[in-house]
Nanobody
């Protein structure tokens, strides 16, 4: 089992950048694929990005490709989401999650509490 705590959210102007962090507890972090998701008010939660356990594979939602970068540091039990060129439509609560699998059909078993990102126009 792994516990996840996100940080790094905040208020930023359009065009700005933020880096989200997700710290994981437990010795098994490096065995999990990790993902970032987001949920805007009145909308369903949506996939943002995922990274395999080794960091060798990554994938992104089309809406964030070229602007967001997911990375991980297994020595620090942390996964990151670097967000550049932010847009007002990126405003959402961002969640990190852990999965025993990697890929478009992966099921995420563990979730953090979320961190708010607000992008002003």
């Amino acid at each position: 089992q792994v516990q996840l705590v996100e940080s790094g959210g905040g208020l930023v102007q359009a065009g700005g950048s933020l880096r989200l962090s997700c710290a994981a507890s437990g010795r098994t972090f490096r065995t999990y694929a990790m993902g970032w998701f987001r949920q805007a008010p009145g909308k369903e939660r949506e996939f943002v990005a995922a990274i395999s356990w080794s960091g060798g594979s990554r994938n992104y939602a089309d809406s964030v490709k070229g602007r967001f970068t997911i990375s991980r540091d297994n020595a620090k039990n942390t996964v990151y989401l670097q967000m550049n060129s932010l847009k007002p439509e990126d405003t959402a609560v961002y969640y990190c999650a852990a999965s025993n699998d990697y890929g478009p059909t992966a099921a995420y078993d563990f979730w953090g509490q979320g961190t708010q990102v607000t992008v002003s126009s």
